[in-house]
Each structure stands twice: as structure tokens, then as C-alpha cells.
């Protein structure tokens, strides 16, 4: 037996080359096919060519850019934020479709269909978009990015608005028998901030006056409850009378907190209260239609830009059609520059127009 080791058949080149910090090796029978092969998989990776994940469905995409890129490095309002803008718009919009299918047709056509929003809502959701396609990109995930020149279509400004007619009594209704009815009510017919709810006690509402003393505030994404953010926070509410009596009736200990969560008793965080909405709202969006399929709402008929914010903001608007000076407006709503009250009080309706009308026409009356 020949003690010759056996001859390989090629003798492969070898060249090696880093791209985003990663090693990767091409070989060849040759040292320029070697050269080649290594310059073809640079290509493809710079192109996106060499992984599968712009395959992926753009729901996929956009809870993964969440949770990875995301929920660490914003706090728990923007988390939300942005999570309700993919569950409520995103998805349901083009979430169907390949990451890298989608156009920027596509996205500027889905920006425009929310007519309604405001200015502050629209923005957040090109935002998002721009935020999840660029890094997308930046990854070699879609060979370009089409989320790059969103354009923003007309709207108005305000960060929330005011509930509608329809809207009002759809949710006074669900409230007579949801469990964040009595929240909602306070909200509505008081306009307290959420932080403010949440920090509510019982010996904070003196029955005898008919007044919520509004002093303190669970301070943001903590469990923390101090004084308010400014002086113009403290201040007393006068409650209307449809709401001390379902305030009577529920009526706790003193020192025990007005509003708490149903499995555990305890005063509400953040998130249960967020928790508690979304319940509120997915109920009420049930009661006025949204089609169900396998207990999941598959068509919604409620608003999405609806959040429990609108309640106060709703409430600022009621005082100015109850003729409430501007002045006395901004102390109920605890705002400490009267400029933010005027911004609430710029609502105009028709009964508003109506009964300046008839003032008018009685000082003319009276008068000439």
C-alpha cells in the first residue's frame, strides 16, 4: 500500500471580509473567483438580498421594531403610545403585506384616510412609520425606504378634542353599568387628569360643599403620588349633582382611594388605568356595532383617536357653552397659563351661535 497521501482534487482560496461587524469568508478554486464570490455576497448583503427578513408580514415587523428597538428606550406613555398606533391603524392598514411590499404610496394613501385626527395624532403616526422603515433599512432588511417622505395632510391642531353629541351619549350610557363608569363620569363632569383620578381619595371630596379638592397627582410612569406639577394644579371642582349621587353610592373609608383595581382593591397604576380604557372603550366600540369574530373585533365603529384624555378636554369646551368666564375656566382645569384654556375655549357650535343670537337681538330690543 503507497504511503503517497492522497492529492486534493482543487485547492480552495480563501478571502474574508467584515460587514456590520460580522466575519464572513468566500472561497475558490482560484484567488479571483474567491475575489468574486466575496464581492457578490457583499453586494447582496448591502442590497438585502442575503437575509429573509423583508419577507415578513409588516404586523410582524412592526411589534418586533417595538419590543427590541423600542420599549427600552422610551418611557411607558410613548410605549403606548406607539402600541396603539399599530394595533388601531397599522395593522389593520397593511399589516397583511411584506415588509418589503410596501410602498410609499401605500403609506402616504394611509396617512390621508385619517381624516378627523389631529394634527398631534397624525404626527405621531408618520413617526412610527418613519421610525420602523428607516430602521428597517438601516438593517438591509428593504432595499429602500418608503416612509422616508410622509407628507402630513391638513389638519387641526390639539394634542385631543372634544367627544361628539353621539359619542357623549354613547358613553354615559355604557357608564351606567361598566366598571369604569363612575371614572369615566368623573373625567367627564369634572375634568380631572387621569394622574389626578388616580391619587383621588375619599376625604379629597367633601359632600357637604359639593367639591373634589384636587391636591395631588400620581406622578408619571411611577407609583408615586405628590403635589401637582405646578401651583395652578390645586385647586377645588365643583361636582355636578348626577355625579354625587353615583359618587354617594359608591361612597368608601376615608383615606381609601376613590378608584381601584377590581382583582386586586388596590389604588391604580398607570398601566391598570390604561388597562381599565381599553376595556371601556372596546365595550363601548361592541355596543355601537364593531363586528366580532371569534371574540376579536374585526371592524372597529369606534374612534381611534378616542382616549380618556378627550373627557377633560371635552369638559373645558362644556364650560364655555355654560357661558364659565375664561378666567374661572383655567382655575377648574388647574392650567397655570391661561393661553392653554384658550385654546379649549376656541369650540363653536351651532346652540352657542344660537344663544348669542338671541342676546344680540335682546340688547337691541331693549336698547332701541
Request: proline share 3%.
Amino acid at each position: 500500500m503507497s504511503d503517497v497521501p492522497k492529492q486534493r482534487k482543487y485547492r480552495y482560496e480563501r478571502v474574508t471580509f467584515y460587514f456590520e461587524g460580522k466575519r464572513y469568508e468566500s472561497k475558490g478554486k482560484t484567488a479571483k473567483e474567491a475575489h468574486a464570490k466575496a464581492a457578490k455576497k457583499k453586494l447582496d448583503l448591502e442590497q438585502g438580498k442575503a437575509t429573509s427578513g423583508g419577507n415578513m408580514s409588516m404586523e410582524n415587523w412592526a411589534w418586533q421594531w417595538l419590543e427590541t428597538f423600542k420599549a427600552n428606550a422610551i418611557g411607558e406613555g410613548h410605549y403606548r403610545n406607539y402600541s396603539s398606533l399599530i394595533r388601531s391603524i397599522i395593522v389593520p392598514a397593511i399589516g397583511n403585506k411584506r415588509l418589503n411590499a410596501v410602498t410609499a404610496v401605500e403609506l402616504q394613501r394611509l396617512v390621508n384616510s385619517k381624516t378627523g385626527y389631529s394634527k398631534s395624532h397624525l404626527m405621531k403616526l408618520r413617526q412610527a412609520l418613519k421610525s420602523m422603515f428607516h430602521k428597517a433599512y438601516r438593517l438591509r432588511m428593504i432595499t429602500y425606504d418608503p416612509a422616508e417622505d410622509i407628507d402630513l395632510p391638513k389638519a387641526e391642531d390639539g394634542t385631543h378634542r372634544s367627544i361628539t353629541q353621539k359619542e357623549r351619549a354613547d358613553i354615559l350610557a355604557l357608564s351606567e353599568t361598566h366598571r369604569a363608569g363612575l371614572w369615566v363620569m368623573t373625567l367627564l363632569y369634572c375634568g380631572l387628569r387621569p394622574s389626578e383620578t388616580r391619587a383621588l381619595d375619599w376625604d379629597h371630596i367633601d359632600f357637604e360643599r359639593k367639591v373634589i379638592h384636587i391636591g395631588y397627582a400620581m406622578k408619571a410612569a411611577t407609583k408615586t403620588i405628590d403635589e401637582p406639577k405646578t401651583k395652578a394644579g390645586v385647586r377645588d371642582v365643583p361636582i355636578p349633582r348626577v355625579l354625587v349621587e353615583r359618587l354617594l353610592a359608591a361612597r368608601g373609608n376615608s383615606g381609601d382611594p376613590v378608584f381601584t383595581q377590581v382583582k386586586t382593591g388596590r389604588r391604580h397604576t398607570i398601566a391598570s388605568m390604561y388597562g381599565l380604557w381599553n376595556n371601556f372603550k372596546r365595550e363601548l366600540d361592541i355596543s355601537i356595532g364593531a363586528k366580532l369574530y371569534r371574540n376579536q373585533i374585526i371592524e372597529s365603529k369606534v374612534a381611534s383617536d378616542l382616549v380618556a384624555y378627550c373627557l377633560r378636554h371635552t369638559y373645558g369646551t362644556d364650560l364655555q357653552e355654560a357661558g364659565v368666564p375664561l378666567n374661572v375656566a383655567k382655575y377648574l382645569m388647574g392650567h397655570s397659563d391661561i393661553s392653554v384654556t384658550a385654546n379649549v375655549y376656541t369650540h363653536t357650535t351651532e346652540q352657542m351661535l344660537g344663544t348669542v343670537a338671541a342676546q344680540i337681538d335682546e340688547y337691541h330690543g331693549e336698547n332701541h
